[in-house]
């Protein structure tokens, strides 16, 4: 505590305030409570459909891949697809997430479904996002039992599914929607904002995909739900 | 202070790494990349100024109000179950790690890439007392192998080579079979991802940085490109934050202004690939994360630079942009500076946290062409805050007679041809950067001359290679 106590002090000092000024107070209160947003790129501020598109644009050019899809009835083919295309076995790990289990997997016969986090043994995962940003082609995903933060990081492939209507135009669109869900000031354990497959660019500045992370990430949205 | 300084050797550190072929080749390397993506990135973001002005002034709001700040960002901590540990000094910040290791009984901790983890010396420290620190960001991995510091706040391996990797991985992972192929990167990548994946998964404590601290929630928030940051506090038994106390945030969206700039300007993409906001640790039902949540705010001489002449460094969110558009760091790269900070943000930084007799040195290394504030997302003055440095330096008659006379740098680079070479060949590229081929109708502390006219941007090359080449090979 002794330090805790010499480094306010030595802050109020150098900025020459005291700790009961009521006008300092009010004015970090305020902002807090209001959170002002800053100033947001005209670039994702868009109607629907052409939001939509961004967000395809923005995810490829993260390097990831994308495909839409018209229902949650088409999920388990498209995801069984991509496993072919990478030639992987048909296994795929999610949460408890309520609508990855309304999702018809029993459709794709061969589809081993696993349920519960990771612990590095999978080489594939299927996560619910919580939302989106077509800016920048960013999933928002929220830590918890429904979509456990380990299948975001551990296995090769990342499958994500999106519901079109949670795609943002902006990220401040989303901190509204989490304030709606989880309160006020609250938040999540983690919120992972993923924006393409993991990559490093240590060696010689050259860019490469599948650091520690996702070798791959594959977006569906459903624009139906 | 805990990580020892070499900084008033500069000139010699200089002199080194202009004699090493290896430091100049990956020096020539990055220096283009760095600027190009950039520049690309900021082009196609029109709000990228106006972006710029807004966070220029929200930090100094904040830093205005940091005592406040700071502590609603602790009653949020407190609130969601973590713990907050203020450290004054470097060794204190030490301590608190060791002692929550010690506690949780870890034999190594894994580690995310922390500038003020370098700043208090903290693996040397660790290690000394039994605790393996293992670095997971590969750029950090590397230059761990090597047993040397970061040359580069984003990339600090930026100084070695492909072959310079593969000979320290065949060195260090002896368990592999000595025949098998490294020639590509993708390999060394790979090495790399499998030799780390095990240790991520059996290692009790995971320490990461934070790029930003949030007042509203209590979060904590990582940038990283490979998820290591991500795997490190996720899997570990405890997650420890290391932080200086000047990346408080009011809020989300505050932080959102930032992250607009950050990666724009640090590596030219929108956004890094993993933003990740972390607040507290394990919830009920949740089936992983940590158990236990720190976080260790370090002081470390930063509170007594608010108020004062050099409180808007402290404005810095370590993107590295000043250091990839500087001619003298491209010559002489990150070591030569001599502590943790390179670049002009060092020249400026290393002085107000180690103290002038130790890095006095560092605020002559400029050719005070003005790149480094053209493109500071924050709008740092630095040559000016290097020019105080410099006066305040002369006032205390720290310098040698020569210097005092302004003559030692330029002395400095004359003397050595090459550097002078470089050096000059570069400021003329930057310049060129600036107005293409015409005339430059803005020049960086010039405004006393382009106010009123244009100033040329050079043309061809230097006086000094166009002779050469007249004179031919003598
Ligand atoms: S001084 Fe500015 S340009 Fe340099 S690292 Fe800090 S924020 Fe980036």
Redesign the interface.
């Known amino acids: 505590m002794k330090s805790r106590e010499a480094i306010f002090a030595n802050i109020r000092k150098s900025l020459r305030v005291s700790s009961d000024d009521r006008l300092r107070h009010e004015t970090v209160t305020a902002r807090i409570q209001k959170h002002p947003r800053g100033i947001i790129p005209a670039r994702g501020q868009k109607p629907d459909r052409e939001r939509l598109e961004l967000f395809r644009q923005m995810v490829e050019s993260a390097k990831a891949s994308i495909a839409i899809l018209e229902t949650k009835d088409d999920v388990p083919t498209a995801v069984a697809a991509y496993l072919r295309s990478k030639n992987l076995p048909q296994s795929i790990r999610h949460g408890d997430d309520a609508r990855l289990s309304l999702i018809p997997w029993a459709k794709e016969r061969a589809l081993e479904v696993t349920k519960g986090a990771s612990d590095g043994a999978q080489l594939a995962s299927v996560s619910y996002s919580f939302g989106a940003v077509a800016e920048s082609g960013t999933l928002v995903m929220v830590s918890g039992a429904d979509n456990p933060t380990t299948l975001n990081f551990l296995p090769d492939h990342h499958l994500v599914v999106v519901d079109e209507r949670d795609i943002a135009g902006d990220y401040e669109s989303v901190w509204d929607r989490i304030r709606l869900s989880f309160g006020a000031n609250k938040m999540p354990r983690a919120v992972n904002w993923i924006t393409g497959p993991s990559r490093s660019g240590d060696i010689e500045q050259t860019h490469l995909l599948g650091a520690h992370g996702p070798r791959s990430l594959h977006v569906l949205v459903v624009r139906n739900s | 202070m805990t990580q020892p300084v070499n900084s008033p050797q500069f000139k010699e550190n200089a002199r080194k790494a202009l004699d090493d072929a290896y430091l100049q080749k ?1 020096l020539a ?2 220096e283009k ?2 600027i190009e993506r950039r520049k690309a990135a900021v082009e196609k ?3 990228y100024d ?2 710029r002005d ?1 966070a220029r002034d ?1 930090k100094d ?1 904040i830093l ?9 960002y602790e009653r ?1 901590v407190i609130a ?1 179950g973590g713990h907050v540990h ?3 000094t470097a060794e ?1 910040a030490n301590e608190i790690i060791f002692g929550i290791c010690q506690r949780l009984n870890a034999k190594a901790v894994a580690k995310g890439k922390s500038m003020i983890s370098e700043e208090t010396g903290l693996n040397s420290y660790l290690e000394a007392r039994g605790i393996r620190p293992i670095e ?4 950090e991995y ?1 230059i761990q192998l090597r047993g040397e510091t970061p040359s580069h706040l984003i ?4 100084h070695v ?2 072959e310079q ?1 593969e000979a320290d991985f065949r060195r260090a992972h002896t368990e592999l079979p000595p025949e098998r192929n490294l020639d590509e ?2 390999s ?3 090495e790399a ?1 499998a030799m ?2 095990d240790k ?2 059996n290692v009790e404590v995971g320490i990461t940085g934070a790029n930003f601290l949030i ?3 209590g ?1 904590s928030v990582i940038v990283t ?4 940051g ?2 490190t506090q ?2 570990a038994k405890a997650h420890i934050v290391i932080s200086s ?1 000047e990346k408080v945030v ?5 932080a ?2 930032f ?2 700039l950050l990666a724009r300007t640090a ?1 030219g ?15 009920d ?5 940590p158990l236990e949540y720190h976080v260790v ?1 370090l ?1 470390n001489g930063r ?6 002449k050099f409180q808007e460094m402290l404005r810095c969110i370590r993107c590295g942009a000043c250091m990839n558009h500087c001619p003298v760091f491209h010559a002489v790269g990150g070591h030569a500076y001599g502590w943790v900070y390179p670049g002009p943000m060092g020249a400026v930084l290393t002085p107000s946290l180690v103290g002038v007799e130790q890095g006095g040195q560092l605020p002559n290394a400029s050719t005070f062409c003005g790149r480094c504030e053209e493109v500071c997302p924050v709008r740092i003055p630095l040559p000016k805050l290097m020019r105080n440095w410099r006066e305040r330096e002369f006032e205390r008659h720290l310098q040698p007679a020569f210097a005092r006379y302004g003559l030692g740098i330029w002395a400095a680079f004359a003397k050595r041809p090459a550097l002078y070479r470089r050096a000059t060949s570069l400021a003329m590229k930057f310049l060129r950067l600036f107005g293409g081929k015409g005339r430059l109708r803005a020049l960086p502390l010039a405004s006393g001359w382009t106010r009123h006219r244009d100033f040329p941007s050079p043309q061809g090359e230097t006086f000094q290679s166009l002779w050469k080449k007249r004179s031919g090979p003598r």
């Open positions: 990956a390397r990055s990349g760095f973001l029109p709000e106006a972006l807004n929200l709001h205005a109000h940091l005592d406040l700040y700071l502590e609603a949020n969601t203020w450290a004054a204190e997971t960001d590969l750029g590397i990339a600090p391996a930026l080579t492909k990797i990167p993708t060394l990548l790979a991802r780390l994946r991520f998964l007042a509203e929630t979060s490109n490979e998820g290591n991500d795997l996720t899997l106390i009011p809020t989300r969206e505050d959102v202004t992250l607009r590596s993409t929108d956004l890094s690939v993993y933003t990740t906001f972390s607040t507290g640790a394990r919830r039902g949740d089936p992983d994360g705010l002081d509170s007594n630079m608010l108020g004062g």
